[in-house]
């Protein structure tokens, strides 16, 4: 139980685009999530939090329209990095939480890179 | 806010030696977590801790939750080489959010 999957795993995109990663929690209802960012060698570093149905709060320091999050059901959130750069390039990673569950569970990550 | 120390930052260690390894803060938390995370990977919970005190196994995995709710402990017994990750803890608080700690680098010699 407690499955979170993330697609892509990987991405590689031209400067300028945009990019969606999908967060899906497979068995339970994801009544939070939450939107990692990671540098190699580095600890998580929390971008936003989402509720499903609200809009997301952004952590001090994260652009709410470069990092564009919706969370529309209680299985799915996605996060759109708007006009990537390479500076974006990064290690993105979600996780999932059930209302009065104390544990958030992670998937498994996205690797963009921004060319 | 709330931050949270990890130590050692890394170790290196034989196969078959114990790891203990641990998590500190100023502040108080109500619930710890203990994540393994392998390279290119997500973190993995490997165990939680609800109440101060507490002592619980997964395995060769061990950790308690600090009485004075501002740390917690985990130890791996005689290590093996897919032990090998970056431990983070996490704590907390408020009953929604958690910090992480900037986790614990563990290598195991052959």
């Known amino acids: 139980g407690a499955v979170v999957s993330q697609h892509p795993s990987r991405v590689i995109c031209k400067s300028g685009t945009s990019v969606k990663i999908e967060c899906r929690s497979l068995d339970f209802q994801a009544t939070t999530m939450f939107w990692y960012r990671q540098f190699p060698k580095k600890s998580l570093m929390l971008m936003a939090t989402s509720n499903e149905g609200s809009k997301a709060t952004y952590e001090q320091g994260v652009e709410k329209d470069k990092f564009l999050i919706n969370h529309a059901s209680l299985t799915l959130s996605t996060l759109t990095v708007t006009s990537a750069h390479p500076e974006d390039s990064s290690f993105y990673i979600c996780?999932?939480?059930?209302?009065?569950?104390?544990?958030?569970?992670f998937g498994p990550g996205t690797r963009l890179t921004v060319l | 806010g709330q931050q949270l120390n990890q130590s050692p930052q890394s170790m290196f260690i034989q196969e078959g030696e114990d790891v203990s390894m641990n998590c500190t803060s100023s502040s108080i938390f109500n619930t710890w977590l203990w994540y393994k995370q392998d390279p290119g990977e997500g973190p993995v919970l490997l165990i939680a801790l609800y109440k101060a005190g507490e002592l619980t196994s997964n395995g060769r995995l061990t950790a308690q939750f600090g009485i004075t709710r501002k740390d917690s402990f985990l130890n791996i017994s005689a290590s093996i080489p897919s032990d090998v990750g970056i431990y983070f803890c996490a704590g907390q608080w408020d009953g929604q959010n958690f910090v992480f700690g900037p986790g614990t680098r563990l290598s195991v010699l052959p």
């Open positions: 996780s999932a939480r059930e209302r009065s569950v104390r544990e958030q569970f």
